[in-house]
C-alpha cells in the first residue's frame, strides 16, 4: 500500500458547509476505493493524509492535483509498501481546527500555519519544475541527471552598469523585479521553465522540439518590454528597460548540479555556452534576438529566418551562425552606441531631477 502526505491552500474561500460536502463525499468515494486517511482544515489551509492501494492512492491524487479548490500544493511525504493502516475505521474523517479552542490544538494550528506560509516561501524560491516533482511526490533529489536536447535562452539587461551606477537601490531592484517577472510569465506561458536569475540576466530553456514556443516567448517579451516602456512616466528607469535575448538548441546535461550542502535543478553544456555567447552580439548586430543555426532548423514555415553571418564567439573555437527575425519588435531603433547614449542620458536626466 502507499501513504500521502500533503497540504495545501484554499483557492478561495470556503463555507463551513463546504468543507463537510468535501467530507461527506470523499467519505462516499474513498470507503469504495478502500482508501482511508484523514483531512485537516485550519485557516485556509488543507492538510490531508491518504492511504490504500497504490493506483488507487496515485488516481485521487491526480484529481485532487486538478481540484480548482486547490492551491500551491505539496506532497510533504510518500511512503510506499506500506502493511498497516494508520486510519483503518476512516475512510476519511474531516477535522476543522478552526472552530477547536481545545489548548491542545493551537500548537497543531501553529504548525499547519507555519507549513503553510513556508510553502508559499518555498514556491516563490524554487524552479517550478522541482516545485512540480514535490507535488507529485516525487524527491527531487533522486532525478538523475541525464542528456537530452534543449533550446536554452539567455537574455540580460544592456547598460546595466549604467543603471547600477546613476540609479538608487529602491529603483535597480524595481527595473529588474520588470524584467524578470516579464519573462517569467512569457517563458513559462509558452511551456518553457526558468531555471536561474544571474545578476540582470536570464536563463531559460525549452523542449528540443519547442523552437517556434521559444521564439514566440522572445518575442512576447520584446513585446511586453515595449508597451512597458512607452506606459512608463517620462521620467521612470522602466522607459531605458532595452535587453537582448540569444537561443541556443543542443545536447545538455538536465540535472542536480552542486555540491552537498547546496545544488541547483539545472542544464549545463555547450548549448548554454551558445546562447549566453550570441546573445552578447546583439549589441554588435544591432538586433534585440538573435539565434542559432540549430534553432533556426526547428522552427516551423510561418517563420521568415533573417541570416546575419557567421561569428566567432568568446572561448569557442567553431564558428557559429546566427540569425534573427524580420520582426519590427527585433530591431533597435538606432545603432547600439545611439541607444546607449539614450539610456545613460535619460538616467543622468532622472539622477538630476532626483537631486533636486
Not at 168 to 187: K, R, S, Y
Request: hydrophobic residues 40%; aromatic residues 8%; charged residues 25%.
Amino acid at each position: 500500500m502507499k501513504r500521502l502526505t500533503y497540504i495545501s491552500s484554499f483557492s478561495r474561500s470556503l463555507t463551513k458547509k463546504e468543507i463537510e460536502s468535501i467530507g461527506s463525499i470523499s467519505q462516499t468515494n474513498n470507503s469504495r476505493e478502500g482508501i482511508t486517511g484523514v483531512l485537516l482544515s485550519c485557516n485556509g489551509i488543507f492538510f490531508q493524509i491518504l492511504e490504500g492501494e497504490e493506483d488507487r492512492i496515485d488516481r485521487l491524487y491526480e484529481k485532487i492535483l486538478k481540484d480548482d479548490r486547490h492551491n500551491q500544493i505539496l506532497c510533504l511525504k510518500t511512503e510506499l509498501n506500506i502493511t498497516d493502516r494508520r486510519f483503518p475505521e476512516w475512510s476519511m474523517e474531516v477535522i476543522s481546527l478552526d472552530e477547536n479552542n481545545d489548548i491542545l490544538m493551537q500548537p497543531i494550528k501553529i504548525l499547519l500555519q507555519t507549513l503553510g506560509e513556508s510553502q508559499t516561501i518555498l514556491a516563490s524560491y524554487t524552479q517550478s519544475g522541482v516545485l512540480q516533482a514535490i507535488e507529485h511526490g516525487i524527491n527531487p533529489l533522486t532525478l538523475k541527471p541525464q542528456y537530452t536536447e534543449k533550446i536554452v535562452l539567455f537574455s540580460d539587461v544592456i547598460s546595466f552598469s549604467s543603471i547600477t551606477e546613476k540609479l538608487q537601490v529602491a529603483e535597480v531592484v524595481d527595473l529588474l523585479n520588470h524584467f524578470f517577472t516579464i519573462c517569467t510569465n512569457a517563458i513559462t506561458a509558452r511551456g518553457g521553465e526558468v531555471t536561474k536569475f544571474i545578476g540582470d540576466c536570464v536563463m531559460a530553456y525549452f523542449n528540443g522540439d519547442r523552437a517556434d514556443a521559444a521564439l514566440q516567448a522572445s518575442l512576447d517579451i520584446l513585446a511586453e518590454l515595449e508597451v512597458l516602456r512607452n506606459q512608463a512616466p517620462a521620467n521612470s528607469p522602466l522607459r531605458v528597460l532595452y535587453i537582448g535575448i540569444g537561443l541556443s538548441k543542443g545536447i545538455v546535461l538536465e540535472g542536480n548540479i552542486g555540491s552537498q550542502t547546496k545544488k541547483e535543478y539545472t542544464v549545463i553544456g555547450d548549448a548554454v555556452n551558445v546562447a549566453a555567447r550570441i546573445e552578447s552580439l546583439t549589441r554588435q548586430l544591432n538586433r534585440f534576438l538573435v539565434f542559432s543555426a540549430s534553432v533556426r532548423a526547428g522552427l516551423s514555415d510561418r517563420w521568415k529566418p533573417v541570416r546575419l553571418g557567421d561569428f566567432h564567439t568568446k572561448g569557442r573555437e567553431s564558428i557559429v551562425e546566427v540569425y534573427s527575425v524580420d520582426d519590427v519588435l527585433t530591431f533597435q531603433k538606432s545603432d547600439f552606441h545611439k541607444l546607449k547614449q539614450e539610456i545613460k542620458q535619460h538616467l543622468e536626466l532622472i539622477t538630476c531631477q532626483s537631486i533636486r
